[in-house]
């Protein structure tokens, strides 16, 4: 965290040295500051800085793909004319157990439509999750931790 604010603070002096506050310019001052702190990485230990930043990108181009996947089939199951759909709510056995990752896959599961995120647990050991088509329950628990919950992990730990 230490090294996001370094990287923050020297994107904020790289907009004052050039004058400009733009966002286009801060955001240049970012990725200026991230090149420069990955060259003295050795010495400052960022290195598992620049390896969460790849995969939150990761993660984030999960939930892309997810999504455009996912409104892709919820179109299709639309406009058959015949719709064999089984909605139903499934219990989700939680490997996070911090809450702000349990908000993120929360979050993430009820962005991609076809799914919403009901409740958590007391315990917080389970996410209950409706589905549109709840058919295949385990193939979508699967689909869930070996996506979203795995690549949170990664992110996140």
Same mark, same amino acid.
């Given at each position: 965290?230490? +090294?996001?604010?370094?990287?923050?603070?020297?994107?904020?002096?790289?907009?004052?040295?050039?004058?400009?506050?733009?966002?286009?310019?801060?955001?240049?001052?970012?990725?200026?500051?991230?090149?420069? +702190?990955? +060259?003295?990485?050795?010495?400052?230990?960022?290195?598992?800085?620049?390896?969460?930043?790849?995969?939150?990108?990761?993660?984030?181009?999960?939930?892309?793909? &997810? +999504?455009?996947?996912?409104?892709?089939?919820?179109?299709?199951?639309?406009?058959?004319?015949?719709?064999?759909?089984?909605?139903?709510?499934?219990?989700?056995?939680?490997?996070?157990?911090?809450?702000? &990752?349990? =908000?993120?896959?929360?979050?993430?599961? =009820?962005?991609?439509?076809? =799914?919403?995120?009901?409740?958590?647990? &007391?315990?917080?050991?389970?996410?209950?999750?409706?589905?549109?088509?709840?058919?295949?329950?385990?193939?979508?628990?699967?689909?869930?931790?070996?996506?979203?919950?795995?690549?949170?992990? &990664?992110?996140?730990?």
């Amino acid at each position: 965290m230490t +090294l996001y604010l370094v990287n923050v603070l020297l994107a904020l002096a790289w907009a004052a040295v050039t004058g400009s506050f733009t966002l286009a310019n801060i955001v240049f001052g970012f990725v200026l500051a991230s090149a420069a +702190l990955y +060259l003295i990485r050795g010495q400052v230990g960022s290195l598992g800085y620049f390896r969460r930043a790849g995969h939150i990108v990761s993660l984030t181009l999960l939930f892309l793909y &997810e +999504l455009i996947m996912s409104a892709w089939k919820v179109a299709v199951m639309v406009m058959t004319p015949k719709m064999d759909l089984k909605p139903g709510i499934f219990a989700y056995p939680l490997k996070v157990d911090r809450d702000f &990752e349990i =908000t993120l896959l929360a979050n993430l599961i =009820t962005l991609t439509p076809g =799914t919403l995120s009901v409740d958590v647990s &007391e315990d917080r050991r389970f996410l209950y999750v409706h589905a549109i088509d709840c058919s295949d329950p385990d193939q979508t628990r699967r689909d869930i931790a070996e996506g979203f919950e795995r690549k949170i992990m &990664e992110a996140f730990r």
